[in-house]
């Protein structure tokens, strides 16, 4: 069979529909919902093969930081390209890991030392709980053998990421498969009483926390959590009180904290890592993500001396962390990873941003008075909007009426790409967006609101 040289949007689809299983998608959608192809990126606008575009607000599922097509990863990719693509990580190392490593202890909170790379967020996640548990193990502690989560977390996919996360959609099918964690209910704002500060609020949920430690701590391995947003379960947020009263409690009772910083790692709270604006140091954080710029799947789980140290023996006492993927420490991934570091050192691109999210503030605060949105949330560069009934955090949308789809549909046809997460609309753009950028989104999404909550 041959194909056209120049294909269209329709001709594209239609070769997809016949051999592709799309990520997160009910297929049946497809038969009314366009699929849209895309030719090239470049810089916040992606392309597709009928002369259209379309805004990235949402990073390519939040894993763009500099723009698509970024000149100056490109060049550092076409550079590593030529000298090296790939080398099994056991028993060799290159350049770029080893640069990429050092870089990550010097920026991440004080006391993360170690890198141990995967290839995929899940993974990252996977690695964590892993190492985590058999720390004990090799300590001797080996009743330690559960975690403890927040309700309304994500954490990936796999079976033990999925495990410690809480968002029912995902989860509830798979439920015979899953660890047996221990769920707590989370410091999510959302929830806050009316007046009730969200400092007040989280600092309030911690005696969940803090019970369950003190019922489960000796079989339990580590606490998880995403610092300061839960971003799969809706862009809901929370104040880093909580994360200092967790630091302070795992330690008290001997149990790890994971710090799952996959999606609002390099930048997206405002700080580089949220972690910094509690001012703790977990003993695992997880990063993936933005880590490459949206380039090419890697990530990694950062740890301490500490943890390392409880694996390092002789080989026979058998208490190596015998873990490993094919493409752990990718060379191509680990210069996108370097050349998207060298972005951040270019420029202050944290401070650039402060200005472009106060601009966000500024251009969505008049939907906060909106009839049916209950509420407009920030935390850095990630602006949600939440669609309500009536205008309160009281009531919610039921999720068969998919009002988010009728936002992403219309929002389509204003050349920009939001995702709505249920009845949440958010922005999480890359940071190479301008203000008069920004206001568009933010028009489309208002008008795209208004069209989904008018019945
Ligand atoms: C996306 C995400 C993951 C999973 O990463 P994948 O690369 O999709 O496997 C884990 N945790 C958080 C917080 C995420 O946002």
């Known amino acids: 069979m041959s194909h056209s040289r120049h294909p269209d949007n329709k001709a594209l689809t239609r070769r997809d529909l016949a051999v592709l299983w799309h990520p997160c998608t009910q297929m049946k959608d497809h038969e ?28 390519s599922w939040w894993v763009n930081l500099f723009g698509h097509c970024n000149p100056h990863i490109n060049q550092r990719l076409r550079e590593q390209l030529e000298t090296l693509e790939h080398v099994i990580l056991a028993g060799f190392t290159h350049e770029a890991v080893v640069e990429l490593s050092e870089k990550l202890v010097a920026l991440t909170p004080p006391g993360l030392k170690r890198c141990f790379y995967a290839d995929n967020g899940s993974s990252a996640i996977e690695v964590a709980l892993k190492m985590s548990f058999h720390y004990w193990h090799n300590r001797g502690q080996t009743g330690k053998t559960r975690f403890i989560s927040l309700s309304n977390s994500y954490h990936g996919e796999t079976l033990g990421a999925l495990s410690v996360g809480n968002v029912e959609l995902y989860k509830d099918t798979y439920g015979p498969l899953l660890l047996d964690v221990i769920t707590v209910p989370g410091p999510d704002c959302y929830h806050r009483e009316a007046g009730e500060s969200c400092r007040d609020y989280s600092a309030r949920m ?40 967790l630091r302070e409690a795992c330690d008290r009772h001997g149990v790890h904290l ?105 251009a969505a605060a008049r939907l906060a008075d909106h009839p049916h949105v209950g509420e407009v949330r920030q935390t850095g560069m990630i602006l949600a909007m939440e669609m309500s009934p009536d205008g309160t955090r009281n009531t919610a949308y039921p999720w068969q009426e998919r009002r988010g789809l009728r936002v992403y549909r219309h929002a389509l046809e204003n050349e920009v790409l939001l995702r709505p997460l249920g009845n949440v609309i958010y ?8 203000p008069e950028e920004i206001d568009h989104c933010l028009a489309v999404a208002a008008r795209g609101i208004d069209l989904a909550t008018c019945d």
């Open 32 to 59: 009314s919902l366009p699929m849209i192809p895309i030719a090239r990126g470049e810089g916040v606008w992606l392309y597709d093969f009928d002369g259209r575009r379309y805004l990235d607000a949402i990073s």
């Open 206 to 245: 911690f005696a969940h926390m803090e019970t369950a430690l003190e019922k489960h701590a000796e079989e339990t391995c580590a606490v998880v959590v995403e610092p300061l947003v839960q971003c799969a379960g809706g862009m809901r947020m929370y104040d880093a009180v909580y994360l200092e009263m």
């Open 258 to 362: 994971i710090a799952d910083e996959i999606a609002v790692g390099f930048g997206r709270s405002g700080t580089l890592f949220a972690c910094e604006q509690a001012g703790i140091t977990p003993d695992f954080m997880c990063l993936s993500k933005g880590l490459t710029g949206g380039y090419l799947p890697l990530s990694v789980c950062l740890t301490t001396d500490d943890i390392y140290a409880a694996f390092y023996d002789d080989y026979a006492r058998l208490t190596a962390f015998l873990h490993s993927h094919s493409y752990t420490g990718n060379a191509l991934a680990c210069r996108a990873a370097l050349a998207t570091l060298e972005l951040f050192e270019a420029s202050d691109v944290i401070g650039a941003n402060r200005t472009l999210a106060a601009h966000m503030a500024g």
């Open 427 to 434: 922005l999480m753009p890359p940071y190479v967006i301008t």
